[in-house]
């Protein structure tokens, strides 16, 4: 997957979590998440999901853990 490949994976994903978890989403600052989201790309072992299906609550884990 190249870079704008990627971009677009977070940036979809970003405003499906604005979404689905309106009253949550600014509890942690979206570069977190972003970064959370990259890393889920990136090494897709690290949960047992995609970025396309990945919750709120697992992208807060791994921005707290990565």
Same mark, same amino acid.
């Given at each position: #997957?190249?870079?704008?490949?990627?971009?677009?994976?977070? *940036?979809?994903? @970003? /405003?499906?979590?604005?979404?689905?978890?309106? $009253?949550?989403?600014?509890? #942690?600052?979206?570069?977190?998440?972003?970064?959370?989201? *990259?890393?889920? @790309? /990136?090494?897709?072992?690290?949960?047992?999901? $995609?970025?396309?299906?990945?919750?709120?609550?697992?992208?807060?884990?791994?921005?707290?853990?990565?």
């Amino acid at each position: #997957m190249n870079a704008t490949e990627k971009q677009a994976v977070i *940036d979809r994903n @970003i /405003d499906r979590l604005r979404r689905e978890y309106p $009253d949550d989403f600014n509890e #942690m600052p979206e570069c977190h998440l972003r970064d959370a989201l *990259d890393t889920l @790309i /990136d090494n897709p072992e690290v949960a047992d999901t $995609d970025a396309d299906h990945a919750t709120l609550p697992l992208l807060w884990q791994l921005a707290c853990l990565y």
